[in-house]
């Protein structure tokens, strides 16, 4: 049975004053890790070429740094709560890749309070993959690392008898707005 008309224009009409979903927002990443044994996954987001993850290259350097932010839900693209941040670059030297300044942040509460390991004894970093592709950059391994509690997190001191082992992997192919050259 065909629409009647007013159908038709009313359908049409729902059509267009139906709420929108940005299709720019995207997933890119994942870390997956326990806190503690409790399982978790943090997602790389991004929407309309915005993102908290980046990539920098320096080329005189041949070093690489990145910056993977994961946001606690596939929604969130620029949230400080709950989230976990793993840092690291990597040095090309003779067509070896080796990772540097390895550091994990849970951010518990934004910037107000979590856990932070950035020693070197504290933390085993491996880099599977790193590979250049057309969408990107694909950055893919594994960290152990055991950090401690600090408040505040940018400042506060470091409090050793609160600590946190945070085991997990990443992969990610990060996007080319995420990426700079210097």
């Keep these: 049975m065909p629409f009647p008309l007013f159908h038709r224009a009313a ?3 729902a059509i267009c004053l139906a709420p929108t979903v940005s299709l720019a927002q995207e997933v890119f990443g994942t870390i997956n890790a326990t806190l503690d044994g409790a399982e978790r996954s ?6 309309d070429n915005e993102s908290q993850t980046f990539g920098l290259t320096i080329a005189i350097a041949n070093l690489q740094s990145f ?4 946001q606690p839900n596939a929604e969130s693209v620029k949230t400080f709560d709950d ?5 690291f670059d990597v040095m090309s030297v ?4 080796i990772p540097l300044n390895i550091s994990l942040i849970y951010l518990a509460d934004g910037w107000t309070s979590g856990w932070l390991a950035d020693e070197a004894d504290n933390i085993v970093f491996t880099l599977k993959t790193l590979e250049q592709s057309d969408d990107g950059v694909l950055v893919e391994g594994r960290f152990e690392a055991l950090a401690y509690y600090r408040e505040p997190l940018s400042s506060g001191e470091v409090d050793t008898s609160r600590e946190m082992q945070i085991n997990g992997s990443f992969s990610a192919t990060l996007p080319s707005f995420t990426l700079q050259e210097r």
Aim: aromatic share 18%; proline share 0%.
């Design 83 to 87: 989230t976990l941040l793993l840092s």
């Design 11 to 13: 359908f049409a009409a």
């Design 42 to 47: 943090w997602f790389l987001t991004s929407q």
């Design 67 to 70: 910056s993977l932010w994961g």
């Design 94 to 97: 003779g067509g070896q890749v």
